[in-house]
């Protein structure tokens, strides 16, 4: 039998499609396999970064990714702190964020996606970024990852009604790829300002990327997991507590056990 191309070219999008290819970045294909790796860089000896000025590094130093658009300059990082800043309220911060051009995400992503619960919860959790259904919704965490999170927050007596959620970055990767340090660095200043201006008392990070990010920790999350972090929130200092994101958790389920701990602190900490 002659194989019929036109099948067989949208079985291959079908698959690339399940596999979370959504967005065509250039007009040639890159074979990525053939781009030389470098060696990971040695395990830092330094646990915690200064505050802000090397996370600006961290962002500048990144290496460009092969086929995508330039990278952004450390201005547009400036600008999005001058917009951050300008807000004077969550609902200011959404729409300033809904009109900033400097995350070249947002025009790969369905619509941005800023937070759900509420604003005026004690707790507030920040994941990573969204992802398919989240970008579908334009709410964080209603995707399977999202399920097993309200199933761990109810197992504590939380609910959306009782916790605020936010992403460090609002607009889905391309292919639900991890966002670029740039691209975190660009966001960053809004979910600082998300988190000031939501002014909760605990601050919950799930997984490392968030940790790293909000609390300039090198560690990765199996180490900071569980542990209480000072964190200035303006001129205010609450607490923050890093503990593993559920998309991890679903993966590795045995894990669910040190979450549940976790969840347990938060409730003590809240009830102290
Ligand atoms: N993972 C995240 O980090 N955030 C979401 O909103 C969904 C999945």
Redesign the pocket.
Same mark, same amino acid.
């Given at each position: 039998m002659t194989p019929d191309p036109t099948k067989a070219a949208r079985e291959l999008l079908g698959f690339y499609l399940e596999s979370g290819v959504d967005a065509l970045v250039d007009e040639a294909p890159v074979d990525r396999f053939a781009d030389e790796i470098p060696p990971p860089a040695p395990a830092p000896r330094v646990e915690r970064t200064a505050p802000s000025a090397p996370r600006m590094q961290a962002a500048s130093q990144a290496a460009p990714l092969v086929g995508t658009a330039p990278a952004a300059p450390d201005a547009a990082i400036m600008s999005a702190r001058a917009a951050a800043k300008s807000a004077g309220s969550l609902e200011e911060l959404r729409d300033i964020l809904k009109g900033f051009e400097g995350c070249a995400l947002r025009g790969t992503a369905k619509q941005m996606?800023f937070a759900d619960g509420n604003p005026q919860a004690r707790v507030m959790l920040v994941?990573? *970024? @969204? %992802?398919r259904?989240?970008d579908i919704e334009g $709410? @964080?965490?209603? %995707?399977r990852?999202?399920k097993l999170l309200d199933l761990m927050l109810a197992a504590v007596s939380l609910d959306r009604t009782s916790v605020y959620?936010a /992403?460090?970055v609002p607009w889905r990767p391309p292919g /639900?790829r991890t966002p670029t340090p740039q691209e975190s660095q660009i966001c960053l200043p809004f979910v600082l300002r998300q988190i000031e201006l939501a002014n909760p008392d605990i601050l919950v990070c $799930? %997984?490392g @990327?968030?940790a790293q990010t909000l609390l300039g920790l090198r560690d990765g999350i199996t180490k900071t997991r569980g542990r209480w972090f000072p964190f200035q929130n303006g001129a205010r200092e609450i607490k923050a507590l890093p503990t593993f994101? @559920? *998309?991890f958790l679903l993966r590795s389920p045995l894990q669910k056990r040190y979450a549940w701990k976790d969840f347990l602190a938060i409730k003590q900490a809240l009830n102290g």
């Open positions: 996606v994941g990573e *970024a @969204p %992802g259904d989240e $709410l @964080p965490f209603v %995707g990852s999202g959620i /992403n460090i /639900n $799930l %997984g @990327p968030s994101h @559920p *998309a």
